[in-house]
């Protein structure tokens, strides 16, 4: 049973940077695709970004493009999310999660159903 859970959450102000990790036991994480995902208040979780359990292949919402960049060391068994010029917008509880993909080393989703285990969250707040 693979277990996530994340770290680096934290209140930060408009403009500034924070860098998540997840830190997984229980399994290895190279037959996994990676997500981080986000949950605000009244809104449906949604897919910030993800990537392919090789590395190769990154997704990015459209709001955070050139702001957040994912990366995963696989023999560190974690992953990491790298957020810059953060806005009050993003401010909500981050989720890591691994969805299995075995061999399709260039394949993940971006749907929450897709993915098998969640961490607990952690807690990004965004405020002046």
């Known amino acids: 049973q693979l277990q996530l859970v994340e770290s680096g959450g934290g209140l930060v102000r408009p403009g500034g940077g924070l860098k998540l990790s997840c830190a997984a036991s229980?399994?290895?994480?190279?037959?996994?695709?990676m997500g981080w995902f986000r949950q605000a208040p009244g809104k449906e979780r949604e897919a910030v970004s993800c990537i392919s359990s090789k590395g190769g292949d990154t997704y990015y919402l459209d709001s955070v493009k050139e702001r957040f960049t994912i990366s995963r060391d696989n023999a560190k068994n974690t992953v990491y999310l790298q957020m810059d010029s953060l806005e009050p917008e993003d401010t909500a509880i981050y989720y890591c999660?691994?969805?299995?993909?075995?061999?399709?080393?260039?394949?993940?989703?971006?749907?929450?159903?897709?993915?098998?285990?969640w961490g607990q969250g952690t807690q990004v707040t965004v405020s002046s």
């Open positions: 229980g399994g290895t994480l190279d037959i996994y695709a």
């Open positions: 999660a691994a969805e299995w993909v075995g061999l399709n080393r260039n394949y993940f989703s971006t749907h929450p159903r897709e993915y098998n285990y």
